[in-house]
């Protein structure tokens, strides 16, 4: 039954694509079809997961098993998964999706191939849904390529634009990097346990020498960096937002970068036997979550600063990640907050641009709130959720993180401490520029607020963006949730928990005054004498340098004295070799001679021949 | 002195039901001639397409219904048997010719009429045949070669008598030999490759004939049960049962087309009319293979130290000679006739293992490659040029620019082809390498692997060329056919993805019914 919550946007994406312009006219009605149905079967799923005690919740569903050979022990099953993890993330997917498929209906209604778009958004929340669901990580991987495929299509949606083309081609590649770690890992699992499955790596993983799990820990890390944007695989992420904005905001915001961090939660078990390997995840996350924060605070480009938010916030649930039992529940938490207020904040800034012609740069919007209501209220609400306002959802997701933080040491604390300050000060920034301050519009520019399509999705993630938090905290309802998935240890920070979340206020609100105050005043185009830290952050932080110097330099490097080994060497030889075969092959022809006499010879020949060596052999 | 003789012979026995497939065939291909000698020319395509149809379709569920574990038996006195090996190979063979039938029933694809020549005894580009065709005859007696075929291969996979075995392979050989020689284009190749076809497959069957007496001179019977019984009990001089064996062994490695008995292949492959191409292809490829598993396995699987070695140096020609060959190839149809050498040598490989799955992944393999061989042959008839079928692989180039379902199914059995994972190809591929690499013959299987690693060259490069390459002007063009060959074409693809997607299915079943009864 689960089945179908991945086959529905399976089929509707296979119908939309296979049948073409024939399904244009529906082909939208469809696909928000698929979706939904996929949202009801899923709820309808987690109320009777919820009915049951907690150590029944889980279940596991044999769809089909793909291949087997008893005799090698080898195996594979199509099996889904269900458990109060991959439910967590199955509502969310679902529910953001649907949302956000709705809100295309108005933000694609000029495009002029909305179907192909609604098709790939269905092909990404089937395969969103197959990599959460997955009982094993092979069939783990299927989901993880078919996201990045989704991705790599959906940036480059607007394909005539070389920018898009060049940033998808960016995304799949930067994302290869990180898929070659998944593949090593699960190599590497099968060599050492024999079977890919999680509960067979769950077990196995106990007993086994240290090296396998730090080798695990690192290579499943490395594959998180790829398809979550952390540090060093980041600069992907940023290019991406050439997309059109809903797929902004469901996919490089809200779900499919948020796919590394259900990997760590999902092995559990390897990290927390390697504490080499957290301490990475955790460095990894603290150095992201400050980048994407620095990058944030120096963009103009609307996108561009958000995606730089995004690339720090999920920095925030990696390392939570990193920290073991005491962060696994609030790297979820954060992400699910996550995913409601940046989903609301991207089709806000989605809205902006459909009211000023797609324009992005934000020293050219400015006095938005009165002819854009809806907007303005629901990116408000975004802005306090994300900057941990009381009581909006971030708060608590984030003052938990920040208490796991500091009883895991001081300088993870520091990390996302100052981040939080960071993140006051750029969302302050975002909102000075956006609405607040005098509008700077170009001239033909008439601003007006969205259609009805895109407001509602907007008001209903808003709505969860300010209460997600209490009611995900409220009794510890979701700390309950998921211990018996991920394990939970309370944290025990050095300082009161009153003092912490005064100090982290406090901070907060720092950050905010500063933006106001660099944000008084904004001009029409970027100023150019600033400080370095400011051109190195609108440079990303010379992600592409460091990318192009640990990856690409090296690379062609590699690749150049490859070339001329493979030239010398290996092509020597395989030409050689191919002359060869097909010199044979030419001179084996030549055997194929036409003549009936001739074959009847080689028959009869080769006839001796078999009786004489049968003779032999018997000898 | 005749009553008491006549006394000796048992009367036999006669199992009408469970033979009915084999009867229903035989009876349809007796009712064709007589269509064809009393009904009036325009109404006999019609007529034969009924009969040729139904019978197919009536012997088709014969076999399913009759296949459970209460049909497997021993009938018609010992000298036919009806185990699992031999219903799945008898279904396989009926909706394999029954997608080949629907290609020999095409008429929409040329202009001129169906594959077939409108009078097969004209002179090949004189002046009757052009009035021939412009009268639009046709030779219909196709229709009745083509049932005697089916239910020749029927007996041929389930026959349990060396003398029942060597009639059924007459009844099956013939009427293809005058199949292949019917082509309505390129005539004078299509003659040509009838008679090679002819004299060497006679050639073929006389040693076989010969292989079958010497072992009635060692063994004292025909019957493959008591052949085996009589190789553990006898102790003759074995160069007999030695010389038997090899000759037999000729006999049949020439029907499968196993090097060095290949040579016929290409020629009649490219010369026979594409639906009779596919119908040889698909349907005896797997009949031959059928014939040859049971004689080997049953018959001979006693001595199996004795003919195994052989049989792997055969295998491992056959798939080298076959995949390097094929890349000289620069005609398609002559590529998938050394691709269906090589195949060949690949079931070889499964089929020197000896093991009841060895027997289950042959039968998969047989399965697999016989409906993605049927679906590209389709294929070929869509691609046209002014003289007939397009087959210059050159004049391919951008084909999928013109039409990217054509292309793109081809694709997909060249895929197979390679042995691709979530095709046929694959698990067809798997299942008799690791059958072989439990048989002890690693070192066959790598050779085996390096060999798909050459053929997959081949069959890539046909999808190279018709999509990563700028369309030739005045290049060949793709004709809508029929309902008939969309069918035949649609099942193909459908069974190659399915059994790629879905295989243990299919192993599950196979694997449970692999017993032969002796």
Not at chain 1, 122 to 150: C, I, K
Not at chain 1, 528 to 555: C, H, I, Q, W
Not at chain 2, 285 to 297: D, E, I, Q
Not at chain 2, 368 to 391: K, N
Request: glycine letters at 8%; proline letters at 4%; charged letters at 10%.
């Amino acid at each position: 039954m689960i089945a179908a919550v991945i086959a529905l946007p399976a089929l509707s994406a296979a119908v939309l694509l296979s049948f073409g312009n024939r399904t244009n006219k529906f082909g939208p009605w469809l696909a928000i079809f698929a979706s939904t149905g996929s949202f009801l079967i899923g709820l309808w799923h987690f109320l009777q997961m919820v009915a049951r005690p907690a150590e029944e919740r889980p279940a596991l569903t044999t769809v089909y098993e793909w291949l087997s050979v008893p005799a090698a022990g080898f195996k594979i099953n199509f099996a889904l998964q269900l458990d109060q993890l991959s439910i967590s993330f199955v509502l969310l997917i679902t529910f953001v999706g649907t949302l956000i498929h709705i809100y295309s209906l108005g933000y694609m209604s000029h495009d002029e191939n909305p179907r192909r778009f609604f098709a790939y958004l269905n092909l990404f929340v089937a395969a969103m849904l197959l990599l959460v669901l997955a009982d094993n990580y092979l069939l783990l991987y299927v989901g993880w390529e078919g996201v990045g495929l989704a991705s790599y299509l959906l940036i480059g949606f607007w394909q005539h634009k070389p920018t898009a083309a060049v940033a998808a081609k960016k995304a799949f590649v930067a994302n290869r990097v990180g898929d070659f770690g998944l593949s090593l890992a699960i190599m590497t699992m099968f060599i050492v346990f024999g079977s890919v499955s999680f509960s067979d790596v769950n077990s196995g993983i106990v007993g086994a020498p240290a090296w396998v799990s730090l080798t695990l820990g690192l290579l499943l890390l490395l594959a998180a960096c790829g398809k979550s944007a952390q540090f060093p695989l980041q600069s992907w992420l940023l290019d991406a937002m050439e997309g059109p904005t809903p797929v902004s905001a469901l996919i490089h915001a809200a779900t499919m970068v948020t796919a590394g961090v259900y990997l760590i939660v999902r092995s559990a078990s390897i990290f927390n036997a390697s504490e080499i390997a957290q301490t990475a995840v955790v460095i990894t996350g603290a150095i992201s979550l400050l980048m994407g924060a620095i990058i944030g605070a120096a963009k103009d480009d609307i996108k561009k600063s958000l995606a730089g938010s995004t690339m720090s916030q999920i920095g925030y649930m990696v390392l939570a990640a990193g920290l073991g039992p005491i962060g696994y529940v609030f790297a979820i938490l954060h992400l699910i907050t996550h995913g409601f207020f940046k989903a609301v904040m991207f089709l806000g800034a989605g809205s902006v641009m459909h009211a000023t012609n797609d324009n992005v740069d934000m020293r050219r919007y400015g006095g938005l709130p009165k002819v854009m209501f809806f907007t303005t209220i629901t990116f408000f609400i975004g802005y306090l959720a994300i900057i941990g306002v009381p009581p909006f959802a971030g708060f608590y997701s984030k003052d938990h993180i920040i208490e796991a933080a500091l009883s895991h040491s001081w300088w993870a604390g520091a990390a996302v401490l100052f981040g939080a300050g960071l993140t006051a000060f750029y969302m302050t920034r975002m909102m000075m520029m956006t609405f607040v301050s005098k509008s700077r519009w170009h001239e033909d520019v008439h601003p007006h607020e969205s259609p009805l399509s895109m407001i509602l999705p907007m008001i209903v993630l808003s709505v969860g963006a300010a209460t997600m938090g209490i009611l995900l905290t409220r009794n510890h309802v979701f700390e309950h949730w998921l211990e018996p998935i991920t394990g939970f240890v309370e944290p025990e920070p050095p300082l009161p928990i009153q003092t912490i979340t005064t100090i982290t206020l406090s901070v907060v609100a720092i950050g905010v005054l500063i933006g106001i105050w660099q944000n008084i005043k904004i001009a029409k185009v970027a100023p150019v004498k600033v400080s370095f830290v400011v051109k190195a952050a609108r440079k990303d932080l010379y992600g592409d340098v460091l990318n192009e110097t640990l990856l690409m330099r090296p690379g062609q490097g590699l690749t150049k004295s490859l070339n001329i080994f493979d030239n010398a060497v290996v092509d020597g030889s395989v030409n050689g070799l191919g002359l060869f075969v097909s010199g044979i092959s030419a001179r084996l022809r030549r055997s194929e001679t036409g003549y009936v006499r001739s074959y009847a010879m080689s028959i009869v020949l080769g006839t001796a021949l078999l009786v004489i060596a049968l003779l032999m052999v018997r000898i | 002195m005749i009553q008491t003789v006549l006394n000796t012979i048992p009367t036999p026995s006669f199992e009408y039901a469970l033979l009915s497939p084999i009867l229903v065939m035989f009876l349809a291909a007796c009712l064709g001639v007589l269509v064809e000698a009393f009904l009036p020319n325009e109404k006999r395509r019609f007529a034969h397409l009924i009969i040729v149809f139904t019978a197919i379709l009536f012997a088709f569920f014969a076999v399913v219904l009759q296949s459970g574990p209460n049909g497997r038996a021993l009938v018609a006195n010992g000298t036919v048997a009806l185990d699992g090996p031999g219903w799945i190979l008898q279904g396989t063979i009926l909706l394999v010719a029954a997608l080949s039938a629907l290609l020999f029933a095409e008429s929409k694809i040329d202009p001129l009429g169906d594959a077939f020549a409108a009078r097969a005894s004209t002179l090949p580009g004189g002046e009757e045949e052009k009035i021939a065709t412009k009268l639009g005859w046709a030779q219909t007696e196709i229709w009745p070669l083509f049932s005697f075929a089916i239910s020749g291969m029927l007996l041929f996979v389930t026959a349990n008598d060396l003398l029942v075995l060597f009639v059924a392979l007459e009844v099956m050989s013939l009427p293809l030999y005058l199949l292949a020689g019917l082509a309505r284009r390129r005539r004078l190749l299509s003659q040509e490759a009838a008679l090679k076809y002819f004299i060497l497959g006679a050639l073929a069957s006389a040693i076989l004939l010969f292989g079958s007496a010497l072992t009635y001179a060692y063994t004292g019977s025909l019957e493959f049960g008591q052949i085996s019984n009589g190789i553990s009990s006898a102790n003759n001089s074995p160069g007999l049962l030695t010389a038997a064996i090899a000759l037999v062994a000729v006999g049949m490695l020439f029907k499968v087309g196993a090097v060095p008995f290949h040579q016929w292949v290409p020629d009649v492959y490219t010369g026979s009319p594409t639906p009779v191409t596919s119908f040889m292809a698909g349907a005896v490829k797997v009949a031959a293979f059928g014939g040859l598993l049971r004689v080997f396995y049953v018959a001979f699987g006693a001595l199996v130290w004795d003919w195994r070695p052989l049989i792997w140096v055969v295998a491992g020609l056959t798939m080298v000679v076959g995949s390097v060959i094929a890349l000289a190839q620069s005609d398609f149809k002559r590529m998938l006739a050394y691709s269906s050498v090589s195949n060949g040598g690949f079931i070889l490989v499964g089929f020197s293992a000896t093991s009841r799955p060895a027997i289950a992944a042959v039968l998969i393999y047989l399965i697999a490659y016989a409906f993605a061989t049927v679906g590209a042959f389709a294929l070929l008839t869509l691609i046209r040029e002014q003289a007939g079928e397009s087959s210059t692989l050159i004049r391919w180039k951008g084909l999928g620019k013109k039409s990217p379902v054509v292309a793109g199914l081809m694709s997909l059995f060249m895929l197979s082809f390679a042995g691709i994972p979530l095709t046929s190809g694959f698990t067809a591929k798997f299942g008799v390498f690791t059958a072989a690499i439990s048989g002890g013959a690693t070192a066959l299987v790598l050779v085996g692997v390096i060999a798909s690693a050459i053929a997959a060259v081949f069959y890539i490069r046909v999808i190279i060329l018709m999509f990563f390459s700028e369309p030739i002007p005045e290049g060949p063009f793709v004709v809508v056919p029929s309902i008939f060959t969309t069918i035949a074409i649609t099942a193909s693809a459908v069974v190659t993805i399915i059994l790629g997607l879905f295989p243990q299915v299919v192993i599950d079943l196979i694997s449970s019914a692999s017993v032969f009864l002796r």
